[in-house]
């Protein structure tokens, strides 16, 4: 059981460079989540799904942009990427049952020079 | 708005001493509180949940909604303690984290 798995695990990027973390689950969640992680700030939600084509914007989702067009993913866009974006972005996703803990991938380090 | 607070970034504590990570949290309605523990460079992992009332690895935390507070509590630290802990709330499809508490055990 593979749980949450993300993809890359690590990426450079130049500033106005584009790319997509993909998100995939296997437990057959409704809700998919996007957060970064930054020291001191905890994790920021960016942008979240409640289910099959459906997202909804968080904390800070300026600069991102999400599609959850299969149930088993959720991906993460960033069509130009700034150094403020550099950051670890953690992939979740739940049950809908109340009470239901998120489940976190492995998370990607991000870095944009 | 909903608001979760950790008000202590760093703690350190000997082994065999008694831990408490405190949490405090802003919310209108019925909260569901989590205690999320993340180890050197892995993903965060549940530790508790509030709903469930259980001791996992030592550590119990007790929801008081008079002090709005959900403090984890360990009474003899171990080295492999060590970790960031994160509080959560839910309100239901949104999960609010605190800034987290790096917990450092001495040996």
């Known amino acids: 059981n593979a749980g949450v798995t993300q993809t890359p695990k690590f990426r450079v990027l130049k500033t106005g460079q584009s790319m997509t973390l993909l998100c995939a689950q296997d437990?057959?969640?409704?809700?998919m989540y996007w957060y970064r992680q930054d020291p001191g700030m905890g994790l920021r939600l960016i942008h979240y799904?409640?289910?099959?084509?459906?997202?909804a914007k968080g904390e800070v989702p300026d600069g991102y942009n999400v599609s959850r067009l299969k149930k088993q993913n959720f991906l993460l866009g960033l069509e130009s990427a700034a150094p403020s974006q550099t950051s670890v972005y953690f992939c979740?996703?739940?049950?809908?049952?109340?009470?239901?803990?998120?489940?976190f991938g492995n998370g990607t380090r991000l870095t944009v020079t | 708005a909903q608001r979760v607070t950790q008000p202590e970034k760093l703690l350190s504590v000997f082994k065999g001493a008694p831990v408490e990570l405190k949490c405090n949290y802003s919310y209108s309605g019925s909260p569901e509180l989590f205690w999320y523990v993340q180890y050197s460079r892995q993903r965060l992992q549940l530790l508790l949940r509030h709903i469930s009332r259980e001791s996992i690895k030592g550590f119990t935390a007790d929801l008081n909604k008079g002090e709005t507070s959900f403090h984890l509590k360990k009474p003899f630290a171990q080295e492999e303690d060590s970790a960031m802990y994160y509080c959560?709330?839910?309100?239901?499809?949104?999960?609010?984290f605190g800034t987290g508490t790096s917990l450092t055990v001495i040996p």
């Open positions: 437990m057959n969640h409704e809700y």
């Open positions: 799904s409640v289910g099959e084509g459906t997202t």
């Open positions: 959560a709330l839910s309100t239901g499809n949104q999960f609010y």
């Open positions: 979740a996703s739940s049950q809908t049952n109340r009470g239901s803990p998120l489940h």
